[in-house]
């Protein structure tokens, strides 16, 4: 049973317009969350992270939400450029011997931003 | 800027070969990890080491094992290669100091077993 959900495999977006990659998580223990990058054939690159006891972190064109009530995070990007187009893997952690040995990925979303 | 690489990009081995897969960090990173990425499945953690001999189990370590001898070095084995372990393995490090999450990840080793 997956911990953290990303229910939209893929996701196309105009270029200039509002990217929104939402991310769904069913473990309350989870204290920090985390959004990577993923080029084809490149290792994932962390983007941005919150940590729970926030609702809201921003840089720059990217900003991440979270509703702890819903177990939902959601990242936005603002505008949309064909730089963007990649997949998106949504990241939980919670206290496990250390801080990050439970780290649980999403399957990911594939974002394609068209020109 | 953090280097993690990884030793090869591409590798085709047979059924019940052993193979090596190399990952090297130049940050002085304590921790050091390795996922296999399948489509709809995401990353999963295979096994992590938080310091020089010391390994643990991640959720899917069957068929897997571990070696760092060296700290910026950390080797996952496939004693005996089977089909189901054609994936794309991925190694990560993190600093490991207190507040840290963010994992810096290799460029990935696409693995086809024959």
């Known amino acids: 049973d997956q911990q953290v959900k990303q229910n939209s495999p893929s996701l196309s977006v105009q270029e200039g317009r509002i990217s929104i990659l939402n991310c769904d998580y069913t473990?309350?223990?989870?204290?920090?969350f985390l959004w990577y990058k993923k080029y084809p054939a490149e290792g994932p690159t962390f983007l941005i992270s919150i940590s729970s006891i926030k609702d809201k972190n921003e840089d720059g064109r990217f900003t991440v939400f979270l509703n702890k009530s819903a177990k939902h995070l959601s990242l936005h990007i603002v505008p949309s450029q064909p730089g963007d187009s990649a997949v998106y893997f949504c990241?939980?952690?919670?206290?496990?011997?250390?801080?990050?040995?439970?780290?649980?990925f999403g399957p990911g979303t594939s974002l394609s931003v068209i020109p | 800027d953090v280097k993690v690489t990884q030793s090869s990009r591409y590798l085709v081995k047979r059924t019940g070969e052993k193979v090596f897969l190399e990952c090297v960090q130049d940050m002085d990173h304590e921790n050091m990890f390795w996922y296999r990425q399948d489509p709809g499945l995401g990353l999963r953690l295979i096994y992590f080491?938080?310091?020089?001999?010391?390994?643990e189990k991640g959720d899917i370590p069957e068929g897997y094992s571990v070696s760092r001898e060296k700290k910026e070095r950390f080797s996952l084995i496939l004693e005996s290669a089977s089909t189901n372990q054609t994936s794309m393995y991925l190694c990560a490090s993190i600093s490991g100091g207190a507040g840290t999450y963010e994992q810096y990840f290799g460029p990935g080793t696409r693995l086809t077993v024959t």
């Open positions: 473990n309350s223990m989870f204290d920090y």
């Open positions: 990241a939980a952690s919670g206290r496990g011997k250390t801080s990050y040995d439970k780290v649980i």
């Open positions: 080491s938080y310091d020089v001999k010391m390994k």
